[in-house]
């Protein structure tokens, strides 16, 4: 049996009606590459063959009443294609309002807890035209991704030559009994005691570090300490999106000219684009608006789980008007938040959620959702994420990836989450909120390209 881990299983008892918790993705294809012409049963075949190698994607969740500790992930015997992928054409004039109007909906749509949990939605008809190109939607549950893991596993689908050929089959993780799960259960319930007594000194010595570097003033942005803007409430059942793509050639010249990493120029990027939109509208906050940015521990924990991140409450400095201290300010920011992020400890997150209960994160989020907490000072503004990718030209089951725009999950008290992923050559920004919070969305990613000039132009 392959057990979730605490934080895997957080995703699932986090989620509601109002907050679901998947990971999504658009990506945007020329079908004029794919061997033999696009034809959508050819793309839904093709996916299936893939599938084959990824056992992932064929696993779905068990678990018993009687059953102690988290869920565990199964071989799904039942499992078919034309459950998880699925197609719908675009009404004319089939651009980005269209496109993001349906795919808003889509991502809105929690998904089957009863089979594997991911689903795909061939969209066609871009720009009014029945060929040359498609989207393509992919949906896959927190519980089972994170940001690294779901890049990871998309880019096994996908090549750098347009006819590679097919994966071997892999098997699967097999069955679990009822009786099994209870068992294993227990077992890992007793264990927790021992667990306890290991996570505990390193809580300590954390919180002794932390308190440190309070008196010398080098920690990261305080939780409760950001402004309140207006998508800081809670979070409807509705999704609205957008996205921009930016050079990332642009990216590099700031972040040479500066200085600073790639990560700097995107948060200076959010930072101006956020500063611009809530100005225009005289909502700009005097206080600097505190971003939460997830940490990717991949190769630096040997805990289980398909999650594997800590965060760090990132300082997005705007309420400094020049474009170049702004990004200086928010560099030196960064560069504390992470000493203070590894100081911390890399797997504390994952410890220490492995000991709550499920009831425990469910009452949590009603509470925090029905009460006025989400009105009142909020946790963190936002959420930032940056996925890395890979600079050559991609091929997705034989059809060219023109862009990828990763769209994340968003919370109550902090409806905005901005996630960043560089594709040959390109910076794809998607953006995901909800209407009630954020009805003038696309307004916001137009304002990253402005936010990018404004930099560029303090390079000259």
Known sequence: ???????????????????????????????????????????????????????????????????????VWVEDRDFHINRHVHRI???????????????????????????????????????????????????????????????????????TEIDSPRPEPVEGPGDASGLAIVAGGLVRFVSRPLNLVNVLPRTVSSVAKTVQRVRTGETMAAPFAAPQTAFNASVSAHRNIAYAQLDLDDIKKVKDHFCVKVNDVVMALVSGGLRRFLGDRGKLPESSLVAMVPVSVHGRSDRPGRNQVSG???????????????????????????????????TLLQDWSQFAAPAVFGVAMRLYAKTRLTSARPVHNLVISNVPGPQVPLYFLGCEITAMYPLGPIFHGSGLNVTVMSLNGHLNVGLVSCP?????????????????????????
């Open 89 to 159: 054409g675009l009404p004319p004039p089939g651009g980005r309002v269209e496109l993001s109007e349906i795919a808003g909906h889509l991502v809105s749509l929690p998904l089957d807890r009863t089979r594997p949990l991911w689903e795909s939605w061939v969209i066609e008809g871009l720009d009014g035209r029945a060929d040359g190109r498609i989207a393509v939607l992919m949906k896959m549950h927190h519980a089972g991704v994170d940001g690294v893991t779901g890049a990871n596993m998309l880019s096994q689908m996908c090549s």
């Open 312 to 346: 760090m409450f990132s300082r997005l400095e705007t309420q400094i008007a020049d474009p170049a201290e702004r990004l200086k300010a928010i560099s030196e920011a960064n560069a504390v938040a992470k000493q203070h992020s590894s100081a911390i400890g890399a």
């Open 436 to 460: 009630e919070l954020l009805p003038n969305l696309w307004e916001l990613a137009d304002d990253f390209t402005l936010a990018m000039n404004e930099l560029l132009d303090a390079t000259r």
């Open 1 to 71: 049996m392959q057990w979730l881990s605490g934080l895997d299983a957080s995703f699932l008892y986090l989620e509601t009606p109002q907050q679901p918790l998947h990971v999504c993705s658009i990506l945007e294809l020329d079908t004029a590459t794919m061997p033999g012409g696009y034809r959508f049963e050819r793309l839904r075949d093709e996916l299936a063959q893939r599938i084959t190698a990824m056992p992932q994607f064929r696993e779905k969740l068990a678990d018993n009443p009687l059953n102690l500790d988290h869920p």
